[in-house]
């Protein structure tokens, strides 16, 4: 059995894994490196101008920046959440809309039991937000206004949660029961503004929010 260089990835801080290469004992030939950027091929780096003899951002996003320039703060990864949260994106914005986004899938770092996470290029999910919202100015007024949506929706929640803890509460004195029920909840409804779901008890008024992976 032939010894094989594995590579494993450490946080950098910042989305950005390093490669550490370990050897293990492996029974399968090492996977082949990507051939270099052909000569006549070869983009300048939108960084420091020079042609570009291999670019790991190239490769991965089809971005031109050269692998001496790619840490760079501009050209930052963000997780999937982060790009949806922050440009106030649906998921078709990135994956469906042409052309859908590159991305690279690592391990999560917060929790290694959790699924992969997907890393979109920051400016890549920028450019994209401006297709989709027209002007900064106009993202931020949809961000504003989800807002105040958001804050109507938990206050409207709040007081219909209080509503069936007093019904609850009523219900089990009369019956001399001293336990709240079990909430039956009716159908699913999807908020597509914050993408979640929200389901209601067909008995109280009982309410809660929700997401889907």
């Not at 050897?23 to 091929?41: C, F, G, R, V, Y």
């Not at 649906?90 to 899938?105: S, T």
Request: charged share 30%; hydrophobic share 25%; proline share 3%.
């Amino acid at each position: 059995m032939a010894k094989a260089m594995s590579q494993h990835y450490k946080d950098s801080g910042g989305w950005y894994l390093l490669k550490v290469n370990t050897q293990t004992q492996s029974s399968t030939a090492a996977s082949t490196p990507k051939a270099p950027i052909l000569k006549e091929d070869r983009p300048n780096c939108t960084k420091c101008a020079k042609p570009i003899a291999s670019s790991w951002l190239f490769d991965n996003f089809d971005y031109p920046c050269c692998d001496s320039c790619k840490h760079a703060e501009e050209n930052k990864l963000i997780t999937k959440t982060e790009a949806l949260n922050k440009y106030i994106l649906k998921r078709h914005d990135l994956d469906k809309r042409e052309p859908p986004l590159k991305y690279i899938k690592r391990k999560n770092l917060h929790n290694s039991h959790w699924g992969n996470v997907k890393l979109y290029m920051e400016l890549q999910v920028v450019k994209r937000a401006l297709e989709v919202w027209g002007s900064f100015e106009n993202m931020e007024k949809e961000r504003q206004q989800r807002t105040n949506k958001k804050m109507l929706r938990r206050t409207k929640q709040f007081y219909r949660q209080v509503k069936g803890l007093r019904m609850n509460t009523r219900s089990s004195l009369c019956d001399g029961s001293s336990s709240a029920h079990i909430h039956e909840f009716g159908s699913e409804e999807y908020n597509e503004e914050e993408d979640n779901y929200t389901r209601r008890c067909l008995i109280c008024s009982y309410e809660e929010t929700f997401e889907k992976m």
